[in-house]
């Protein structure tokens, strides 16, 4: 459990994030959903600790992580993976060099087990006969599955995804989503999604936090969310024309 | 001036991250090989090339411009290597490595922190400042200083090639004048320069990758500044050096 309590954090006197609590939960795949721009990946990165926080604090189970020193975060760091927007793998390094890497610096596992774990790990995502590629050569959705098998190489308890779907088709985009959602059940973690698309809102919203202008605005899960009498939360959820006349005509 | 007190205190806090305990040494053991190469070898050629021509021209000047017979040809030779030795190779290469090397860390760096790949590593609890630093310091460290001997050994070579074939003196009387008053200090003189200049570059510009804010635009940038700096740098250590060391 990830437990954020009224997190405030702000850019040159200008406040992105303004007295956010909320509680996310283990063994579920949790959203952060919001318009560009509206917080989101702040919050994200506040709660990973790559941005430090102005106020507030940051619950992992029972440790407070915001107050950590380096060295103690890297505790509760060991146990996060995280998949980025762009992917993030390290251009420099072959699938099999950047699925290994986190094993190389923080296990003690022999040359052959580490092997066996990234394969492991990349047969989980269906990535198969890839291990020589370099990232250049890859598609954006096999990215995407290569950072998340270096996401869960360590088996980490808490899984941070910032907009997984980004530039990615539809279908390829509910492939990663439900794959998310499969590696969350499986593994017990606490997964963190930020996302502005309504496809995966509806696909794996098991608990959904809504952020407008820095601010938390709604929580629920999908079906709740259809049925809010949250105005921001509604433009957002029927945006386009068709899911407007949805609306218009179930009411 | 407040800026630049700032800037000054960010880059000493960001050489302390720097400069720590390895978390795992063998890692950084082998990244520091890698960076050996892709940071030294591939220096050699561009070094070896301009080492000799500039040793050609500067034993072309020194003959043209010490025609008067009083002058002993010998002294074209001990000009060469002494130009060599004490401001060209250690300097003079600097400031081309400063290009090429620095240059390529700032770029190297900047476009990993824009992509968001040092966060990944942050996340993932690794030093990333250490871990994609230190061995490029070390690196070069190391393997300057021998560019820099390769550098006096390949620029006496192109003045001896160029002295002789012009006729403007011949192969004795240069070989005569390079071994005329050598002092041996003088090659640990330029040593010393090139490790101080060796850890301007790779620091300085590390630095400016590092904390990179933007797109590639600023990553331009960055390994704009990180040329300029180091640069700059290396100009005002060759005089705080060459004071200290040789007064």
Redesign the interface.
């Known amino acids: 459990m990830i437990r954020v309590s009224n997190l405030t954090k702000s850019f040159n006197g200008k406040t992105v994030l303004n007295d956010v609590s909320v509680t996310f939960e283990t063994g579920k795949t949790n959203l952060i959903i919001g318009r560009s721009g509206s917080g989101k990946t702040v919050l994200l990165k506040s709660i990973v600790g790559l941005l430090e926080i102005d106020m507030g604090e940051i619950w992992f189970e029972d440790v407070l992580f915001n107050k950590l020193d380096f060295k103690d975060k890297k505790v509760i760091r060991s146990e996060m993976g995280m998949l980025f927007q762009g992917s993030a793998l390290f251009d420099s390094l072959t699938v099999e060099q950047n699925v290994k890497f986190p094993l190389d610096m923080f296990s003690a596992q022999t040359q052959e087990e580490k092997v066996e774990r990234v394969n492991f790990c990349l047969n989980r995502v269906d990535i198969n006969n890839s291990n020589k590629l370099y990232p250049s050569e890859l598609s954006g959705g096999m990215k995407k599955r290569v950072a998340i098998a270096r996401a869960i190489a360590l088996n980490p308890k808490y899984l941070f995804c910032d907009e997984p779907n980004s530039g990615l088709d539809p279908l390829t985009a509910i492939l990663i989503d439900a794959l998310i959602k499969e590696l969350t059940e499986e593994y017990s973690m606490t997964t963190i999604v930020n996302t502005h698309d309504m496809n995966s809102v509806m696909e794996i919203g098991e608990k959904i936090v809504f952020i407008s202008q820095g601010t938390k605005c709604w929580e629920g899960d999908k079906n709740d969310i259809l049925n809010s009498d949250c105005e921001p939360l509604n433009d957002f959820v029927f945006a386009n024309s068709l899911a407007k006349k949805l609306r218009t005509a179930r009411t | 001036m407040i800026k630049f007190l700032t800037q000054v205190g960010h880059y000493f806090l960001f050489l302390k991250k720097v400069i720590s305990k390895p978390?795992?040494p063998k890692?950084y053991y082998n990244q520091t090989m890698k960076e050996l190469v892709s940071l030294g070898l591939t220096s050699v050629g561009i070094v070896a090339i301009i080492s000799f021509f500039m040793g050609a021209v500067i034993t072309l000047q020194t003959a043209y411009n010490t025609e008067n017979p009083i002058y002993p040809k010998y002294l074209i030779g001990l000009g060469c290597r002494d130009s060599m030795i004490l401001e060209f190779s250690s300097t003079i290469a600097a400031l081309i490595l400063a290009g090429k090397v620095g240059s390529n860390i700032a770029s190297e760096i900047g476009?990993?922190r824009v992509?968001?790949?040092i966060?990944?590593m942050?996340?993932?609890?690794?030093?990333s400042a250490s871990y994609l630093v230190l061995p490029k310091i070390v690196a070069t460290i190391l393997f300057n200083p021998l560019l820099t001997l390769m550098s006096i050994v390949v620029g006496i070579v192109g003045g001896g090639v160029a002295g002789t074939f012009s006729g403007v003196m011949t192969l004795e009387n240069f070989i005569y004048g390079i071994q005329y008053a050598f002092i041996p200090y003088y090659i640990v003189y330029s040593l010393i320069k090139t490790v101080f200049f060796a850890f301007i570059i790779s620091s300085v510009s590390a630095f400016q990758g590092y904390y990179v804010e933007g797109g590639s635009l600023e990553v331009g940038r960055a390994s704009t500044k990180a040329v300029v700096y180091s640069s700059v740098l290396i100009l005002l250590f060759n005089v705080i050096l060459t004071q200290t060391l040789l007064s």
């Open positions: 978390e795992k890692i476009t990993m992509t968001e790949q966060d990944a942050e996340i993932m609890g690794v030093n």
